[in-house]
């Protein structure tokens, strides 16, 4: 079964728990961390207080730290960068540990606590969690993080991108897949055509139109849309460990 949920206040944790959870903050939090995964950063830790992450830096002596993240879309003071994922290049992360702290996105993985897995979902490796997620038999819940309790369209694209995926694949059938999940597949075929060439610009064009593309654009941050909308250009896939509190590079046989 796979079920979507269009807030983190739309279900519990417990309702989680023996399942696989996919945490979805496209603008910009898992985007941002794939990236950071993706050019070998040692791992992220999410942290839900920008207090958290100031505490930790003092804690942790085995690695070098990064402290990462936004409050408003904006850089935290006293923070190494802030949200765009241009700022976690391999110069940058390679071999340190990134505490990270987002208004949304981070708030959302910790929801998904009771989760057996939990994967972090953005375009830039759609089919790598696709492909994952198709091997997976338990029931699958597509967990979008919004922006300060509403619901964000450049969120809903992705799960439907992932659900068309999975029913392509055979993987969910008509019957599978709850009202939730059928809405946000309408909202990605009526954005994105898979027969097209230049979706990658179908999916920018639907993120400047988002009220989360328009933030960005006031904020100057137009380059970060361009980032957040490449397809399916990593092939890495971060996974989330509640234990460890730590975002690492998912096994390839993992």
Known sequence: MLFTHLLPAHFS???????????????????TITTAIANGAESVIPC??????????????STATILGGERSGILIE??????SPGDYSAENVAGKTVLFTTTNGTRAIHRCREADSVLI??????CAV??????????????CAGTDGAITLEDCLFAGAVAKGLIEQGNVSSREYDDTTRLCLALYDQSVSDE??????QIL?????SQGGRNLLRLGMQADLSLCSQLDTLDVIASWDRETNRINALPADG
């Open 13 to 31: 944790s417990e309702q989680l728990g023996g399942h696989v959870a996919v945490v979805i903050d496209i603008l910009r939090a898992s985007t």
């Open 48 to 61: 839900e207080q920008v207090e958290q992450a100031f505490q930790l830096r003092q804690q942790i002596t």
């Open 78 to 83: 006293g923070f190494d960068y802030g949200n």
């Open 121 to 126: 979902g953005s375009f830039l490796n759609l």
């Open 130 to 143: 696709t492909e994952k997620l198709s091997q997976c038999s338990k029931p699958i819940h597509l967990v």
């Open 196 to 201: 097209s060439e230049n979706r990658d610009s």
């Open 205 to 209: 064009a639907a993120f400047e139109n």
